[in-house]
């Protein structure tokens, strides 16, 4: 299976919702122009921060397939996964097959504590029900398993299981996923915005980057500088961006994104209850950052 275009700075994009907090279809498209326009790599739907959890089938099908016609081919199109069980996250990987993306992205199960064996075996009957690419999405601090480096050496093994975003923060972790499997044609993600560059030294090659959604351009600077030989160049931009990732934690899980990208003038309304918005004193905090960067 060739892998080679799984790669670069890929935004999980926000999904814009109206006051039924159904898909507000032209700010997806919007959405989806402005990230195209900052020079990302491809797109992830229904991503966390495409706050997937809150948008029955129905609602993540719609989502997916304006997606896919507005980006019209131009850069490939990953779906997350993030169901509980494993059924349920076979129907949604044949979904996303019958709808046309060219890859998945399975979450480990939320809530329930499984065993690596289960883990295994329920990542294996997924990717047994697909002929599509399928990457993992390490994020331990929010569904509470850990995928760990001896997991994903042995899930390396079974064809289409290509790749894993990690987003633990664990550079070591990260570094293990490259080693262990750095002879398989494994596709390992940056899924921690500040450690973009890092995990790139180490062998990643790309990051899944929620700030994409907001500032794209200066993601894709950090991934071109470091692929052009420009470490200092990409340092910089790594370094300019941490303060709007860091910012993050002025709201709850991922309400920033989108108070982010009202802000900048790319209108996505508001986040999927029970999240609100941020108070009024971080979010300029917030605008404050976003002029430093130039967003504003």
């Not at 892998?3 to 999904?15: L, Q, R």
């Not at 989806?32 to 993540?60: C, K, M």
């Not at 779906?79 to 480990?108: D, F, H, N, S, Y």
């Not at 959604?213 to 470490?231: F, H, M, R, T």
Request: aromatic content about 6%.
């Amino acid at each position: 299976m060739d892998t080679n275009w799984i790669g670069g700075v890929i935004p999980p994009i926000v999904t814009p919702v109206d006051a039924e907090e159904c898909v507000e279809e032209q700010g997806l498209r919007n959405v989806i122009e402005h990230v195209i326009a900052g020079g990302v790599h491809g797109i992830l739907s229904l991503g966390s921060n495409g706050e997937f959890y809150g948008l029955d089938h129905e609602q993540q099908e719609r989502a997916v397939s304006i997606t896919i016609d507005q980006i019209a081919g131009r850069v490939p199109l990953y779906m997350g996964i993030g169901a509980i069980t494993t059924k349920e996250c076979v129907k949604l990987a044949k979904m996303g097959e019958r709808l046309g993306v060219q890859a998945i992205t399975i979450l480990p199960p939320m809530f329930l504590t499984p065993s690596e064996e289960e883990l295994y075996r329920h990542f294996e009957t997924i990717a047994g029900s697909t002929s599509l690419p399928v990457l993992l999405y390490n994020n331990p601090d929010r569904v509470g398993n850990n995928i760990s480096a001896n997991l994903i050496e042995r899930l390396a093994d079974i064809p289409n299981i290509v790749g894993v975003k990690d987003s633990s923060g664990d550079l070591t972790l990260t570094a293990e996923y490259i080693r262990r499997t750095r002879h398989k044609g494994f596709r390992v993600m940056a899924g921690r915005d500040v450690m973009i560059l890092g995990s790139l030294v180490y062998g990643a090659v790309g990051c899944v980057a929620s700030t994409a959604n907001i500032v794209p351009s200066l993601v894709v600077e950090i991934y071109d500088k470091y692929v052009a030989g420009d470490l200092p160049g990409a340092l910089e931009a790594q370094f300019k961006l941490a303060p709007l990732r860091i910012a993050f934690n002025l709201a709850s899980f991922p309400v920033i994104t989108k108070e982010a990208m009202n802000l900048i003038g790319v209108p996505v309304g508001g986040s999927i209850l029970p999240n609100t918005a941020c108070s009024d004193t971080n979010r300029d905090k917030l605008r404050d950052i976003l002029r430093q960067l130039g967003a504003l």
